[in-house]
């Protein structure tokens, strides 16, 4: 029975960025399960509102979904649209431009990414939808496993942040227009892999709910780069009214990634050995789910929508999807109808024509 894949589809459905310090949320903030955000001043005018602002305006929120494949199985699976809880503070430094430029603007974002816990689970934020997934073992019997994958959390029991820092950038020409850059980035985190249930051939084994990784399994992974030159006379094509610049009417989210407009990053992960899978009848299945599932470097895709799913409350201050909200509840506004590929909920990421693990075809 080879289930790394079913790991990776849990762990693709997570916008996983550099690990956040633990610091960053010691106690608990405005909306319970979620730990105080803390202001960070970038540039001096970042927490102009008070030290509150980026708990009381700083939650834009997201949509994600992903792929993961085995190159044990040789199998791809993709991963439903789920919801993050973000919170974002952008900042805009004015640096000296290069030769050929006469101004140079950089617009850094950084977000800290909270799993939006669904009804079922025991925390409100920091789980992912429980994922069944259903296979072969040993060619003929059937296999159903329930994963989940959560965030660490800090002593008090609060999930630790996914942080995205991403990086825009504007160089105006000297002979007139614009070139605009998305630049790279990469992340590197740990998370928990559970495995909730296992169903062999219609018999629930009766795990006794504490099987897992512990929050090491590592994931790694980066974005690309995109660049556009907006020419000083240009005027958006009749039907792209709207569009400020080409990039913005020519962005691809699957190659590169923006706080604003989203993105793709694209990596690995690894699974390290499971523990405490023991049944009700006493049976330890660590050895057999370590065997089957383990493993390092599972390609994965990790898609995530444009910040655009704002929730505000009576007073005007944003606010994080509740506990248990859906991608089909997530309320999202389409800030950019001239590119369809912008989009706050992504497509279904497509399934390669090639086996995890192989090169793709020429």
């Not at 952008?90 to 950084?110: E, H, K, M, N, R």
């Not at 994958?149 to 820092?165: C, F, G, M, Y």
């Not at 994931?219 to 400020?244: H, K, L, N, Q």
């Amino acid at each position: 029975m080879r289930l790394a894949v079913v790991v990776g589809l849990a762990l693709a459905g997570l916008t996983a960025l550099p690990s956040s310090s633990v610091a960053d949320g010691q106690r608990e903030g405005r909306y319970p399960g979620l730990p105080y955000v803390e202001c960070i001043d970038y540039s001096g005018n970042n927490c102009s509102l008070g030290p509150d602002t980026a708990n009381d305006y700083g939650w834009l929120n997201t949509a994600q979904n992903g792929l993961a494949g085995s190159p044990a199985a040789k199998q791809w699976i993709s991963i439903p649209t789920t919801v993050l809880a973000v919170n974002a503070t952008f900042d805009i430094q004015i640096v000296d431009p290069q030769p050929g430029f006469t101004f140079d603007q950089l617009s850094p974002a950084y977000s800290r990414a909270f799993f939006v816990s669904p009804t079922v689970s025991d925390d409100t934020y920091g789980d992912t939808v429980p994922i069944v997934v259903r296979t072969v073992a040993f060619g003929s019997i059937p296999v159903e496993v329930t994963l989940q994958v959560s965030q660490r959390r800090t002593a008090e029991d609060l999930p630790i942040p996914i942080q995205l820092n991403t990086l825009d950038e504007r160089k105006d020409l000297e002979g007139g227009g614009f070139t605009e850059i998305v630049h790279p980035t990469s992340i590197e985190d740990t998370l928990n892999v559970r495995i909730r249930k296992v169903v062999v051939d219609g018999v629930d084994t009766q795990l006794d709910g504490t099987c897992e990784t512990g929050p090491t399994a590592a994931i790694s992974a980066a974005s690309g780069r995109f660049e556009r030159t907006t020419p000083p006379d240009w005027t958006p094509p009749e039907g792209s009214e709207g569009a400020a610049s080409v990039l913005q009417l020519e962005y691809d989210p699957a190659e590169a990634m923006s706080a604003l407009l989203g993105g793709t990053l694209r990596g690995t992960l690894d699974i390290p050995s499971f523990r405490h899978c023991t049944t009700k009848t006493g049976d330890d299945l660590s050895p057999l789910l370590t065997s089957a599932v383990s493993g390092p470097d599972n390609p994965v895709v990790l898609q995530v929508g444009a910040l655009s799913c704002a929730e505000y409350d009576d007073q005007g201050r944003s606010r994080p999807p509740a506990p248990g909200t859906t991608s089909a509840d997530l309320q999202c506004f389409d800030f950019y109808p001239f590119n369809p590929k912008i989009k706050a909920k992504p497509d279904p990421a497509p399934i390669p024509d090639h086996a995890p693990g192989e090169q793709p075809p020429e």
